[in-house]
């Protein structure tokens, strides 16, 4: 049942969860405005057009993704750029991660088609993600920018390989990280 009030704020939740269940790539706003108990012509109402209804659904997306790898990431800071890397490597193969790397691909696959909600998004949420490794590398990291850079080419690379059925080189990547 919808929220009595709706608003941005009442609706991403809603379309969040249609999306983690179906993903994007069929998302057109008919589905996205049924799932949330409203109509598409509200949805448009309240984000301005279905490029910004996109955007700040995977802005929304973005945040849920860094919050759930808060709660499942150790307390303390990783020990180097490496065990870093090979922790959300591990945390985001639990399958509660799953419907995150279902929509993330269906994101990577809309950038390359140069969607550019998708792309603004996605660039949205590396940025994101980029402060996040930084706040988790080690507090003596000699240049936490570009080792969270590293970081990220990395876990990529590796989750990419790993949903292509070739986790084995993605974890021997991870490995050969230098600290």
Request: with cysteine; aromatic share 8%; glycine share 8%.
């Amino acid at each position: 049942m919808p929220p009595a009030r709706l608003s941005r704020e009442t609706l991403l939740p809603l379309l969040a969860a249609h999306v983690m269940e179906h993903g994007l790539a069929d998302a057109s706003l008919r589905p996205l405005a049924k799932a949330a108990g409203t109509s598409d012509r509200m949805l448009i109402y309240h984000f301005g057009n279905k490029d910004a209804v996109v955007e700040a659904l995977l802005d929304y997306l973005g945040g849920m993704f860094a919050a759930a790898l808060d709660t499942a990431f150790p307390q303390e800071r990783a020990a180097s750029r490496r065990a870093c890397a090979e922790t959300v490597y591990d945390i985001t193969a639990r399958p509660e991660f799953a419907p995150f790397f279902r929509v993330w691909w269906d994101i990577v696959a809309g950038c390359a088609d140069s969607n550019e909600a998708y792309l603004a998004a996605a660039g949205g949420m590396m940025d994101l993600l980029l402060d996040w490794v930084v706040a988790h590398l080690p507090e003596d990291d000699p240049d936490p920018t570009a080792g969270a850079r590293v970081v990220m080419t990395a876990i990529e690379g590796a989750q990419m390989l790993r949903a292509v059925g070739r986790g084995d080189i993605g974890q021997a990547g991870l490995a050969a990280l230098e600290g």
